[in-house]
């Protein structure tokens, strides 16, 4: 009889193996890297613009070039990944995505520095899949919840670190550093996945199905690049409004053509899976509240507070430390609970979170309001991201990569709208107040909070529902 420290895994590594937890670090590494680079050129952006005499356009695409491939190509990215190997995937993806951020923090014009945060989504939408599918098939039941709360942890994280981060190196440094810093961590990931990560033995040597990924990745590609362009135009205007409607055009021709293949990019079966669903749906949520209270947040801290780069970067502290705190509680319940019973509360802590967001005036202080909001979206982080992650990969067997680009793809569509819907909601109130300038954005961010926090609200009820009795484990 087989006993639990000799059972083998998928990747090779014995349940009693130590280096299943260097395998951990390394995935957690890359996750937290891509999470951190998310948001760590936000605040370094006005020293860019200065420093490589960038347009308004060209200073937008710096944020909106990484986004853009990384949500386009993570399906794609999972397929590969699955085609590959996930540990050949992410020693590709953290290779090319080292070299990217050196080109990044080497650049001598907005051309290079947009070409290499191209590059570092593509290589970027190669690893969130293959690390997600590696840390899935890694741990057997009894330590899923410690090792997706660990990660989860360092994920929920990265945005907050990389406003942090991105404050301290832009103000003491330079913004190139802000690229800098990503060679030797990617170095560190690098390492540890040849030493700990072994290859799988069932790699799928099927074909990729071209038709669907291109299909997949022009109608994201479409999605995304529209949902961005709403931050500058009109929702009615036809730089909105062609993207959107070509994008939903071909992701509904990618159903129809998923539903006949054989071999799809992404199995539409996996959808059957009640709680995966609701987590799918939960990350749109969780992507529409975070980034959008992030950048309401941001905004602030700095233009009604006060605050420099570096203090308002470290005034986001709280967030992750909320996050670890829920996490240890969680971790011991995810396999022991319905879905449904943890991202339910954690949808409307964050919603909850919104709410006082929306009550905050220029008249509040750090201590304690903006500290309660920060920990109410930690919170709820602690409880929706540890499941999400844990749930849109189980029992998804050799289709774990693209069941994790799909969670993965949720989040980019939703920190998108919630982006260009919230802040175009937040424009328009502020046009309509009257007030001082200070005064008039203080109401527009309050304003469109408070419908986000209306909508997680709703998220929550949703996700309750459409996740069902269904067990997870």
Known sequence: MTTPAAQVGRDGLTVGDPRRWWALAAVAT?????????????????????DLALSGTATQWVVTAYVLSFGALLLLGGRIGQRLGYRRALLLGLTGFALASLMGGLAV???????????QGVFGALMTPAALALLSTTFPATERGRAFGIFSTIMGSGSAIGVIAGGLLTEYLSWRWAMFVNVPIAGFALLVTVFAVR?????????????????????????????????????????????????????????????????????LSLLRNRPRSAAYLAMLAWGIAIVSAFLFLSFFLQDVLGYGAA?????????????????????????????????????????????????????????????????????????????????????AGPHSGVAAAMGATSQQIGAGLGTAWLTALAASAAASYGGSARDSAAYGYTQASLVAGGTLIAAALIVWFVAGRARRS
């Not at 680079?37 to 200065?50: E, H, K, Q, V, W």
């Not at 014009?109 to 590059?119: D, K």
């Not at 991202?343 to 309660?372: C, E, H, K, M």
Request: aromatic share 4%; glycine share 10%; proline share 6%.
């Open 30 to 50: 890359a996750q937290l890297m891509l999470a951190v680079d998310g948001t760590i050129m936000n605040i370094a952006l006005p020293s860019t613009t200065r």
């Open 199 to 267: 290859s799988h033995r069932d790699e799928d040597r099927s074909p990729i199905d071209l038709t669907g990924a291109l299909l997949a990745t022009a109608g994201l590609c479409a999605v995304v690049y529209g949902l961005s362009a709403a931050k500058t135009h009109a929702w009615s205007g036809p730089g909105t409004l062609v993207p959107l409607s070509v994008g939903v055009v071909l992701l509904t021709a990618f159903v129809v053509v998923e539903s006949r293949r054989r071999a799809p990019l992404f199995p």
């Open 109 to 119: 014009s907005g051309g290079l520095l947009i070409g290499a945060r191209t590059a």
């Open 311 to 395: 203090r308002a970067g470290l005034a986001f502290l709280p967030y992750p430390l909320a996050i670890q705190l829920g996490v240890r509680v969680v971790r011991r319940r995810m396999t022991q609970l319905q879905a449904r019973t943890l991202l339910t509360p954690g949808l409307a802590l964050i919603g909850a979170g919104l709410f006082l967001l929306s009550r905050l005036t220029v008249d509040a202080s750090y201590l304690p309001d903006v500290v309660v909001v920060f920990l109410l979206l930690g919170l709820g982080t602690s409880l929706v991201l540890p499941v999400t992650n844990s749930t849109v990969t189980l029992g």
